[in-house]
């Protein structure tokens, strides 16, 4: 079971890059790492998706070492509404026979600070 | 434009008395979710539906149920609910449901769920 280890929180000041890093050690071969951000009292929302290398769009980029037992996303200049649990989610090999085992893992979350 | 549909938002109940929490998408998405999230702690995935497939995850106890009448709605019954179901529930659709889990997840706001 692929599991995903992230820091616990971190704080930033506005205008900073922020970058939460996430290690996969056990990610296998057709894994996704994908990231998800959630603002309290809402559900996640998606913010990027790597396989390899790294990966960007209009809110943040995501850095994969060629051995992906690890990925960082990096935020550029945080600002307050960037306040926010970060989640790093990686795929896993899914088994869809009877009961259960999509094995779907969201980590612990990295809760982020934004400082005036 | 909302995607993910839940409703209520928020839902009070009593200990032990059955409760259905709704959730709908205009995505025409396969894929339809539940996840339990309490507070401070990660999404936990209950079980989905791929089509009218329903795949229970090992450790969903089985106080909780799901029915997908057609692929737009989805619904989470709690037979009984305790005091220790009180959580937000969050719904989510994926397209497909491939390997690695690289389809991104899409989310509703949640039902946040009193037990009294």
């Known amino acids: 079971l692929a599991k995903t280890t992230q820091p616990i929180s971190m704080d930033s000041y506005e205008g900073q890059e922020v970058n939460i890093t996430c290690s996969h050690n056990?990610?296998?071969?057709?894994?996704?790492i994908t990231w998800y951000q959630q603002f309290p009292s809402q559900g996640p929302r998606f913010i990027i998706q790597g396989y390899k290398t790294k990966v960007t769009n209009e809110v943040a980029s995501l850095f994969i070492p060629a051995d992906r037992k690890s990925s960082t996303l990096s935020l550029p200049r945080v600002s307050l509404s960037d306040t926010a649990v970060y989640y790093c989610l990686v795929g896993d090999r899914v088994k869809y026979s009877g009961a259960g085992s999509y094995q779907l893992t969201f980590g612990k979350g990295t809760k982020l600070s934004v400082i005036p | 434009d909302a995607m993910v549909i839940q409703n209520p938002r928020y839902q009070v109940t009593q200990f032990g008395k059955p409760v259905t929490l709704s959730c709908s998408q205009t995505l025409n998405h396969n894929v339809m979710y539940w996840y339990q999230q309490k507070s401070s702690q990660a999404p936990k995935l209950l079980f989905h539906?791929?089509?009218?497939?329903?795949?229970n995850e090992a450790d969903t106890p089985d106080n909780f149920q799901s029915r997908r009448p057609n692929t737009s709605f989805c619904f989470l019954d709690i037979r009984s609910p305790g005091l220790g179901d009180a959580a937000m529930y969050l719904c989510?659709?994926?397209?497909?449901?491939?390997?690695?889990?690289?389809?991104?997840?899409?989310f509703g706001p949640g039902t946040r769920l009193t037990v009294l």
């Open positions: 539906y791929y089509d009218k497939d329903f795949n």
């Open positions: 056990n990610i296998a071969t057709n894994d996704y």
């Open positions: 989510a659709t994926s397209r497909d449901r491939e390997a690695g889990a690289k389809d991104t997840q899409y």
